[in-house]
Structures are given as structure tokens and as C-alpha cells.
């Protein structure tokens, strides 16, 4: 186990660093000239001797001259920057926005702790209706409620997320104002005390955790509901019937563990995506979160933001599909890796 | 053991899920206070008569809250304008920073702060440098009190000239390029900047180079506003001047003074600044400012303080600012540019809950010319797009009613074109829609042989036979046997990507019967912005192929600032050419001599010498047309009915208007 583990992070090693070099190549390529771009705006207001002399300075500064590799080696931390420093991936320095104007680091935390909040709401609260839901559909297939729930998480399946987000909002927020329509803060407020940002955040987050899950309901119910299906149809369901096992244990014990291996795979991608956002959902409730800043990054040509964007997602998905082929052998020992 | 660890897990999580549901709906805060729509029409046009009654007799109160919704996501960069910032951060730090020593007005129009400024002289010397001195009035303080002597008006001046401000990303932090002895100071070869002085604790003096004097909108050499030292460089540095001009005592070069200027850049609350609103607090996870007055606040150049008390500033969404206004998560919707979204403000006006005010952008959409090869290098060829595009439907329909056309570049909120409206509606050429003037324009410059040089007999596209030197190497010339070159009436169109304005283009021009029926084709190329911009600049360091003069035709769009200055943007040097001066190619030296006579051949002040050449430049403009002003947008800003005494203009925005408006719930 620990040599197959090992092994597999030795090839994670590899793909971080042809993926990095592909990214960072690909982003390149972009026809674009960021030292022209900051200054443009004041172009208006300089004598042309001046414009030039700025932008030299800042391509300069940039180290917007040097080859290709040599920036991505430089990015990486394998070769010193224009200040004469070791500061790339391989140092922990993640890059600089030149939208935000500080590091990346800076930059992620906030939405990335919004976004965690979040999805750790949405993807419980999804799991915890989805699997019950999808358990009894499947018990008790082609019933009135079996058939009125595949009717409704198609409908949830198909609608687009920000349909049902302005629907959602129009209902709860404009005609029985039950939420807040944006933000994650009532607007003025000052907190007295911990408890008080967390509730009113909560309060806040309500409504969009309600729209992620609604909207994430379809997939898996019918994703389990299918599994169980297929698991309730085996043999050995019908043998421990037969030999008069109590129902409960025939569906949890014996039917459920059967069909939780292809379910791990979704279940644990979802545990995974808590670090993601949802830039329709971020933009339409007015969140600071993840989605949203990777959409404005790209927007707004800052590059070394969304290159540490990726790569992070790179790296937490390089351990979540480890964590995935992990988990498999967990659940089913007939393929568990010994050697 | 390992599976019942895994089925308590998921169990736990849907246990925590749940409770974590309960928990939300048990702690919820009662909600901002919602405006209620209004139930019948009826009952609108009441409340909308009441509402226009009692505006009659107003007087202002103090207190009260504004909720302001901005489409620009606040960062929580508040760093001086040598740092820039985004328009929501911009908004913030302005009702923050401000002492200005020279502000614009409500016209747009610089003039001297005499809230700030107790006496301002200017000289010029015999070198032919001009030294404006300022003496400052006393008894005027940042937010925590202290007081604001001279020095805090040096220090931003002194700090744009010093490589250390480059260093740490003040890109604009340009004083050394019109300071005198502020390159030196900058490049290391002299221990102070000669042309910045301290005089006394309430008066400096600042020398600007020759080579920046005459100078038309000179006095804005003579801006400047306070910086508190400490606050910004921390304990340890200070600014003096011991009779050979200002210098920084002590190294502001270090690690701890870095760290310094950072923390205060983006400083969220005890922020020193002397402006009419403190920032009371920054939620960085919301990303909303909360500000309250200043009550040291001195005013502003007119000597307005605020009345209202606290401004909250949010961020509002395309999708949901309508139902946020509703609901009143927000109070306040600034400069509302598109046509379908004033039209559903106007539908909340009609509630009754809300009003609005007006005005126009100070700027257009255009289509843009390079004139320098291809068919576009004729004049004529430009008349006939004009001609050909029925400009005032255009705006009309992009602008679903709000928006109007202008003849030249100039927008109608400008101090300029208040001033001669008259003369410019009785001087240009309006180039209103009209086929036979597009033909008539075209066959009287050559635009009458087809492809195989007959006469053009009102199919396919028209030629014109050109000289070598006109007809370069743009695709599509035809050399015919005889020798003669015929240049096809094709115009290449570069459009970025997504864009309505391009699509209602295509409608209405590009792929137009009209534009056909004449015998001009126009062909339409979509790329992303960057790209187009490689194109328009000609800039082959990104590619080979975007040094070839490729694109006749841009659509783009442009905005005014109060100093309308457009010096070098006819140039024909080549190498400001290649910088990016004059990116319409058209190398008219009557346009080149008119925009830089209209700034650098005027005194400051001379305002009717400078309206002469303004006005020439203008009539120029119009008849050489580089570009085709599209449409002019007619903005609004939705703001509530509690909301009294407020104006808005192109260059009088929120953040100077708001301190003349107050609440009355």
C-alpha cells in the first residue's frame, strides 16, 4: 500500500509539472502586452518620451523580455527573478495579481473561505436528501412518489442553475422576503461579536445553499436510485430474502454497501469540488467567492492569478483521484490495493 | 470496521446538514427594512404626485444612511491615484482623500480650492520654468486631528520622484517627469528635487520643467493633495528641505517602510485621510465599505460638508440590482448606461419609491479608421460609411432611446461644447443618412471603375485606380494589363468578440442593402479585445501578423477627462507612431498643429484663444473624419425617494454630489 502510494505521488510530481508548463505556455501564447495595458490609461496625459520611458521601465520590471522558459522557470522558482530572488511555486510564492495588486495568496483567501463555507453547507445538505431520497425511490420503484420525484429532479437536472437561482430569489426575496437578495453581510452592520457575523452569514448563505442544492438534487438522487436498482437486483439480495433477513438490513447492509462503489465516485468529487465555485451562482447572489474571482481573472488578463487558480485545482485533483482509487478498495476489498 | 467508519461519516454529514438548516432559519436577523411595491397603478400615480408636491420646500437634514450599489466589485485598494484603482475603489478613496489644492468643478473645469489653497502665485522664470507657490490655510486637519502643514502636500510630489515608488508598483507616480531636478533625485545624482520646495509650514513651491510650459491646463501642475507621513512611511521617516529643495531624511527604501506603505494601501479601518467620509469599516469578505462622515471635515472647494451620515457601498449584480432595489438590499444604482435597464428603472420609478436623474456620458462609441492604406485612407471612403449609416436610428435603437449622436469628439456634458453648441450645430457637416450623398462622395473622388477598370455599371464591388504608392500591398488591388492598379471598395472590419454594438453594426451597415447598392463591401472579423488592440497598435513584438496594416475599420469607444488635451494623437514621427500615438494613422499635419496649438500654444487662462482652436480643431476633425461617432449615451442613476438635493453630471459624479444631498425617511 505504502509503495503503490508513494508511487502515485511520484507520478503526481509529473503531471503537476507538465501541466504547470502547459498552462503556463497556453496563457502565454495570449497576444497580449500587460506592461502596455496597465499603462494605457495614462497614455493620455504623457508626453510620448515619458510613455516610452514608463513602459520600458515597467516591461523591465515585469521581466516581460525574457524567453519563454526562462519566465516559466522563473514562475517556478527554478531560476532567480528580475529582483535577483528564488521566489516561484517550488518557494510557496504563488505570483502576483496585477489586477488586486498584491500576492495571490492575498487575493485567494477571502473568496476561497467564502466558497469552502459554502459548499460544505450545500454539498452536506445535497448528500443528506440525495441518498435517503435515492435509497427509497429505488425501494420503491415505479411507486407514486418514485415516479413524482423522477419527475421533479428531471425538471432540476434540466433547468439551468441561474433559472432556478432568479426563480428562487423572486419567491423567497421580492414577494415573501424570507432572504436577503445578495451578499453575505446585511448591509451597515456592525457585528458586536463572532456569533453575530456567523449567523447573519449564514442567514446570508441560505438561499444560494438552497438554490446549489436544489440544483444538485437531480444527479445524484437518480445517480443512487440506479445503483440501488441495480443492487436490489442481484442474487444475493434475493438469497438473503429468501433466508429472511430483516428488510432494513437487506437495503442498508447488504444492497447499499453493494451500490456505494460507483456512488464513491461522485460523492467524493463532490467533497473535492467544496474548494470550487460557482461563478453563475457567485455572480447572481453577489458572493465573494472562488468562481468568481477566476472568471474576473481571466476577464482581466491576470494571469499569474488564474495560473495559481489552476494549478491549486491541479494539486486537489491529482490527491482526490489518489483519495478516490484509495477509497474503492476501502469500500470493496476485492480491489484493494495490498501490494 | 473500516465500512462502518465510512457509513458514520456520511451519516454524521447528514446529521451536521441538517442541523445546520435549522440553525439557519432559528438565527436569522431581521432583514433591512423593504421598500413595499406598490399594489395598483392607482395607487403609483398617488404617491408619485405626493412625492413631486413635497420636493417644493426642502430644507437639508443631517443623519440618515444611503445603501450604494456599484457595478464594480470594491477591492479594497485605497491607494493614492499613483496606484490607481478601479471605479468602485476609486469612489471609496475619494470620499476619503480629498484637499485638493486644484479640483475640477461642476462643469468640469479646474479651479483653485480655496477651502485649501489661502494664496496661489505663479511665475515664470527666466529658464522658461514655471514655479507655482502655494500657501496653504492654517487650522485644516486629517481625520484623527492632526494637523495638515505644507510638508503633507510635498510628500506625494516627492514620492512620485523616487525609483522606490516605480519599485512598488505606483506606476503613475509620474512627478519626476515635470518636477524639476525630479528625474535627478529619481536616478540618484542629486540629494533633493530642487524644483519642490518647502517655504514654511504652510507654504510650498513646485518648478515645472520648460519643456511642460505653455501649457493650457497648466494649474493642474499645482495639484496636490495631503499625504500623512507617518501614516503612509510609518515612524522614522520625515520630508525636509535645508535651501536646495525637498528630500526624504531617512531611507524609505527598506523592507519595514515597504511593509508600511502596504498595510496602509489597504488598510480597512483607522485609515488617515482628510476627506468628507472616514471608512469605517471594510468587510473583506462581503467586499462592502461601510463610511461615516468626517467631522473634521473642512469641506469641500465650495466649503459643502455632507449631511448624510453613513454610506454603505455594495456591490450590485446585473441580474438581481432590480430586485435588490426592491427589496431595498440597495438604495442607490449609479449611471445605469443600458437601454433595457434604464427602461426597467423607469418601471420602479413608476412605483413611486424612487426617482432619477440624467445626464449624458461624457464620451461615445465610434467606429475608428486607420487612414494610412486600403480604401479608409480616402476621405471620401470615410464620408460614405457616414453617409451610409443612419446614425441617430442607430443610437436609437442601441441606446433603446437613450442615448443621441454627436458630429465630432467631443461629448455633450464637456464645458466646451456648452460653450459652442451653437457654433458647431452651424459649422459640421452632420453626414446625415444619405445614399446618393455616399455615392455622390465616392464618384467624385475615382470610386467609378469596376474590376476590369469599365465603368461601374451598379454590380459587384467599385474600384478606383490608385497610385503605387496608395494601393501598398492591400489585398484584393487588381493591376491590370495596362499597368493601371484598381483598388476594390473593401473595407476589413476588426469587432471584438461579444459585443451589441458589432452585431447591431452588422445589421445596419456591413451586411446593409445599402452598403451593397453603392458598391462597397465590408468584412467583418471577430477576435478578442487584446487581439484587436495588437492589430490597431500594429504591434508586431506580439506576432508577425499584427504588424501588417490589416484593419481599415474599429469599432471602439472613447471618453473625455476635464483636460482635453489630444497632443500628439496626429503625429507623424514614426517612432511615436510605433509607441502608439496617432493610432488612426492619419498623418494631417493641420490636426496635428491644431491639438497641440490648442494646449501648448495657449496660456493657462486664456480661455478664448483656446475655445478658437478648439473650434478649428473640431470643423477639422469633422471634415478629415478619422472616425464615425456612433452613439452617445444618455445615462441615469436610480436613486430613492428619500434621497434629496441631488445632481449628477458627465464630470460631477457620485462622490462630489452625494455631500449636497441629504435623507428624509
Not at chain 1, 496585477?98 to 500576492?103: A, E, G, L
Not at chain 1, 428562487?168 to 453575530?196: D, L, R, S
Not at chain 1, 449564514?202 to 436510485?225: E, Q
Amino acid at each position: 500500500m505504502g509503495k503503490y502510494i508513494l508511487k502515485r505521488l511520484g507520478y503526481m510530481v509529473i503531471v503537476f509539472g507538465v501541466v504547470s508548463l502547459l498552462m503556463y505556455s497556453l496563457y502565454n501564447l495570449i497576444p497580449t502586452d500587460p506592461a502596455r495595458a496597465q499603462l494605457e490609461p495614462m497614455k493620455s496625459t504623457l508626453k510620448p518620451a515619458e510613455y516610452e520611458q514608463m513602459y520600458q521601465e515597467l516591461r523591465s520590471q515585469m521581466g516581460l523580455d525574457a524567453p519563454l522558459l526562462v519566465r516559466y522557470a522563473r514562475w517556478m522558482g527554478i531560476v532567480k527573478d528580475v529582483d535577483g530572488t528564488y521566489s516561484g511555486l517550488l518557494q510557496g510564492e504563488f505570483g502576483y495579481s496585477s489586477f488586486f495588486k498584491k500576492d495571490v495568496v492575498q487575493v485567494i483567501v477571502e473568496p476561497m473561505k467564502n466558497t469552502i463555507f459554502i459548499n460544505i453547507f450545500s454539498t452536506i445538505l445535497a448528500l443528506a436528501i440525495t441518498i435517503p431520497l435515492g435509497i427509497y425511490c429505488a425501494v420503491h420503484k415505479k411507486s407514486k412518489f418514485d415516479s413524482a420525484v423522477q419527475v421533479v429532479t428531471i425538471l432540476g437536472y434540466s433547468i439551468p442553475t441561474y433559472i432556478i437561482a432568479l426563480i428562487f430569489i423572486f419567491f423567497f426575496c421580492v414577494v415573501w422576503q424570507i432572504f436577503p437578495i445578495m451578499g453575505t453581510k446585511t448591509a451597515g452592520m456592525v457585528y458586536e461579536n463572532g456569533w453575530q457575523e456567523f449567523t447573519d452569514k449564514l442567514y446570508h448563505i441560505a438561499l444560494p445553499v438552497i438554490v446549489m442544492t436544489f440544483g444538485s438534487l437531480g444527479g445524484m438522487t437518480r445517480y443512487v436510485r440506479a445503483a440501488m436498482i441495480d443492487s436490489l437486483g442481484m442474487d444475493y439480495i434475493r438469497t438473503a430474502r429468501a433466508k429472511g433477513v430483516k428488510e432494513r438490513i437487506v437495503i442498508y447492509s447488504h444492497a447499499w454497501r453493494n451500490a456505494l462503489l460507483p456512488v464513491i465516485t461522485s460523492i467524493i468529487g463532490w467533497f473535492l469540488s467544496i474548494f470550487s465555485g460557482s461563478v453563475v451562482i457567485e455572480n447572481t447572489f453577489s458572493l465573494n467567492g472562488m468562481g468568481k474571482l477566476y472568471w474576473q481573472g481571466l476577464n482581466n488578463f491576470d494571469f499569474e492569478l488564474v495560473l495559481a487558480i489552476q494549478m491549486f485545482y491541479t494539486v486537489v485533483s491529482l490527491i482526490g483521484m489518489l483519495i478516490m482509487d484509495l477509497s474503492y478498495g476501502l469500500v470493496d476489498p476485492r480491489v484493494r490495493v495490498d501490494k | 470496521m473500516k465500512k462502518k467508519v465510512l457509513a458514520l461519516v456520511l451519516s454524521a454529514a447528514m446529521a451536521m446538514s441538517l442541523a445546520a438548516c435549522g440553525n439557519s432559519a432559528a438565527t436569522t436577523p431581521e432583514t433591512t427594512p423593504a421598500t413595499e411595491a406598490a399594489s395598483t397603478e392607482a395607487a403609483t400615480e398617488e404617491v408619485a404626485t405626493e412625492t413631486a408636491t413635497e420636493e417644493v420646500a426642502e430644507t437639508p437634514v443631517e443623519g440618515g444612511s444611503l445603501i450604494y450599489g456599484s457595478s464594480t466589485e470594491l477591492s479594497g485598494d485605497w491607494g493614492r491615484e499613483m496606484w490607481t484603482n478601479n471605479a468602485a475603489d476609486k469612489l471609496v478613496r475619494e470620499l476619503m482623500d480629498d484637499y485638493g489644492t486644484v479640483v475640477s468643478n461642476q462643469g468640469g473645469e479646474y479651479v483653485v480650492n480655496p477651502t485649501i489653497v489661502k494664496e496661489m502665485d505663479s511665475v515664470v522664470n527666466e529658464d522658461g520654468t514655471k514655479t507655482f507657490t502655494i500657501t496653504i490655510n492654517e487650522g485644516l486637519v486629517y481625520n484623527n486631528g492632526e494637523a495638515i502643514t505644507a510638508k503633507d502636500y510635498v510628500v506625494q510630489t516627492l514620492f512620485g520622484c523616487t525609483q522606490t515608488a516605480q519599485d512598488w508598483g505606483a506606476t503613475y507616480a509620474s512627478s519626476y517627469l515635470s518636477v524639476v531636478g525630479g528625474q535627478e533625485y529619481k536616478d540618484g545624482t542629486a540629494a533633493a528635487v530642487s524644483g519642490l520646495r518647502l517655504i514654511d509650514d504652510y507654504t510650498f513651491s513646485v518648478q515645472i520643467l520648460a519643456d511642460k510650459i505653455p501649457y493650457y491646463y497648466d494649474i493642474t501642475y499645482a495639484a496636490a493633495t495631503p499625504m500623512n507621513l507617518n501614516y503612509w512611511f510609518g515612524e522614522g521617516i520625515d520630508v525636509a528641505d535645508d535651501g536646495e529643495g525637498c528630500y526624504f531624511v531617512g531611507d524609505i527604501n527598506t523592507d519595514e517602510v515597504k511593509a508600511n506603505v502596504e498595510a496602509a494601501l489597504w488598510a480597512t479601518s483607522d485609515r488617515v485621510t482628510a476627506g468628507p467620509y472616514n471608512l469605517e469599516e471594510f468587510d473583506k469578505s462581503s467586499l462592502q465599505a461601510t463610511l461615516v462622515r468626517n467631522p473634521n471635515y473642512a469641506g469641500n472647494f465650495e466649503g459643502q460638508k455632507p449631511y448624510i451620515e453613513k454610506l454603505i457601498i455594495v456591490k450590485a449584480e446585473t441580474e438581481t440590482w432590480n430586485d435588490a432595489m426592491k427589496t431595498g438590499a440597495m438604495e442607490f444604482y449609479d449611471t445605469i448606461a443600458d437601454g433595457s435597464e434604464i427602461n426597467a428603472a423607469l418601471d420602479l420609478v413608476d412605483t413611486g419609491d424612487f426617482d432619477y436623474v440624467q445626464f449624458d456620458r461624457a464620451g461615445y462609441g465610434k467606429l475608428q479608421f486607420q487612414c494610412d492604406f486600403g480604401p479608409t485612407q480616402f476621405e471620401s471612403v470615410r464620408h460614405a460609411v457616414a453617409y451610409l449609416l443612419d446614425r441617430n436610428e442607430f443610437a436609437n435603437q442601441f441606446c433603446q432611446g437613450w442615448g443621441s449622436t454627436v458630429d465630432g469628439p467631443y461629448g455633450t456634458g464637456l464645458w466646451q461644447y456648452k460653450e459652442a453648441e451653437e457654433w458647431l450645430a452651424d459649422n459640421l457637416n452632420t453626414y446625415a443618412y444619405s445614399v446618393d450623398s455616399a455615392v455622390e462622395a465616392l464618384e467624385a473622388d475615382g470610386w467609378t471603375l469596376d474590376a476590369e477598370g469599365n465603368e461601374w455599371a451598379g454590380e459587384g464591388l467599385r474600384y478606383k485606380e490608385v497610385t503605387e504608392e496608395e494601393a501598398g500591398t492591400y489585398e484584393g488591388n487588381v493591376t491590370l494589363a495596362d499597368g493601371r492598379i484598381l483598388m476594390p471598395l473593401s473595407i476589413n472590419w476588426a469587432s471584438s468578440e461579444g459585443n451589441p454594438v458589432s452585431d447591431l453594426l452588422s445589421v445596419m451597415l456591413a451586411e446593409s442593402e445599402e452598403v451593397k447598392s453603392v458598391g462597397m463591401e465590408i468584412i467583418k472579423s471577430e477576435m478578442t479585445f487584446s487581439e484587436l488592440l495588437n492589430y490597431m497598435y500594429r504591434d508586431a513584438s506580439q506576432g508577425e501578423q499584427y504588424g501588417v496594416p490589416t484593419y481599415g475599420m474599429y469599432n471602439l469607444a472613447t471618453g473625455f477627462v476635464p483636460a482635453y488635451d489630444y497632443a500628439y494623437n496626429w503625429t507623424s514621427d514614426p517612432e511615436l507612431v510605433a509607441q502608439g500615438y496617432n493610432v488612426n494613422y492619419l498623418f494631417s499635419e493641420e490636426l496635428d498643429n491644431l491639438s497641440m496649438d490648442m494646449v501648448y500654444g495657449v496660456e493657462s487662462g486664456d480661455t478664448e484663444g483656446y475655445m478658437e482652436i478648439w473650434k478649428e480643431y473640431i470643423k477639422q476633425w469633422n471634415e478629415e473624419l478619422p472616425e464615425v461617432p456612433l452613439y452617445s449615451n444618455i445615462y441615469i442613476s436610480l436613486i430613492p425617494k428619500k434621497l434629496h438635493g441631488y445632481t449628477q453630471d458627465s464630470f460631477w459624479d457620485f462622490q462630489s454630489a452625494i455631500l449636497y444631498a441629504w435623507v428624509e425617511e
